[in-house]
């Protein structure tokens, strides 16, 4: 039986013609064009954006192994040479050391007890039902809205009153419940996605809802304590106001009041290069820790998402 070349035709609205065949091949032709040109726009703006933020970094690690008269002479050229002594009279004659290990001994500590009190709380609100439960949930919603400003002089206050003030201790609590708001949000949501089925067969074995907990519903949340854990050690890295207001002797200085005082007292005494290398390491470990964990940082956010 022998065919025909001719297209059967739509009428349109106004009146023409189109042809079957036209129609499915004019749109996807537009939609891809659309896609290239959008393609493009995005791409130029995420290469406009990591430009703009790798380039200080970059200019500011430069700057670090210079001398002071190359600061100034060329400060957009490379090193002659590298000049590691800037490093080690940051480290030592700037007190770098005593700041990083106050900082250390405070993160740390600060972040352990903020994963694991968050952690509990944020189990207990998303998987056991009882009276109160959203109320104390919106407590916690609250307290990341509020502004810690306005908390400054009560705080003061009572951490005076308590005896912890000028304390690694008491700068540590301030931390975790400065943390703590944030925290249960972001694992109240995560433990939600997680499956019932694994803990429900835990108590039938006999676990207890503490071994439950622990061996069973923390592990599988590891994504989203990694996440969580790296957001509070950005913001409690880079605090500046809490402990200026409650730490003030020197001797218990964090980083960030290092590097104010060591702004302060490099500049007065023209040692730029000094202050560049003190600024770079208190970036280096933050750095580091997003490099490491930006894989287990992307599952924790989409994991909610993905399920």
């Known amino acids: 039986m022998k065919t025909t070349d001719t297209h059967a035709s739509v009428p349109a609205e106004s009146g023409a013609t ?84 106050n900082t250390i001994l405070v993160v740390g500590g600060s972040l352990i007890g903020t994963l694991v009190l968050g952690s509990m709380a944020a189990y207990v609100l998303a998987r056991f039902d009882f009276p109160g439960n959203r109320f104390i949930y919106f407590l916690f919603i609250g307290g990341m809205s509020f502004p810690i400003m306005l908390a400054l002089v009560p705080l003061f206050y009572v951490v005076n009153n308590m005896g912890l003030l000028n304390t690694i201790h008491g700068l540590i609590l301030v931390y975790i419940a400065y943390s703590l708001p944030f925290t249960v949000f972001f694992l109240t949501a995560f433990f939600r996605t997680l499956p019932t089925s694994v803990a429900e067969a835990a ?80 970036m280096l470990p933050v750095l580091a820790a ?13 994991a909610g998402a993905l399920k």
Request: cysteine-free.
């Open 203 to 282: 108590f039938v074995d006999g676990a207890s809802h503490t071994r439950t907990f622990f061996q069973i519903m923390l592990p599988m949340a590891k994504p989203g304590l990694i996440s969580v854990g790296i957001f509070n050690f950005l913001g409690q890295w880079n605090q500046y106001m809490l402990p200026t207001v409650l730490n003030t002797d020197p001797d218990k200085r964090v980083l960030t009041q290092g590097l104010v005082q060591l702004a302060a007292s490099q500049g007065y005494k023209g040692d730029w290069s000094g202050l560049f290398a003190g600024l770079v390491m208190a």
């Open 18 to 101: 189109l042809s079957k065949i036209d129609v499915p091949s004019a749109a996807p032709a537009k939609e891809r064009k659309e896609g290239r040109v959008l393609n493009v726009f995005s791409h130029g703006m995420l290469v406009l954006w990591a430009f703009m933020v790798v380039m200080p970094l970059l200019w500011a690690v430069m700057t670090s192994f210079k001398d002071d008269s190359s600061i100034f002479s060329s400060p957009w050229a490379l090193p002659d040479k590298l000049h590691f002594d800037n490093w080690a009279r940051a480290w030592t004659d700037a007190n770098m050391s005593d700041y990083f290990l």
């Open 290 to 302: 997003y490099i490491v964990f930006q894989r287990q940082v992307v599952q924790g956010l989409t």
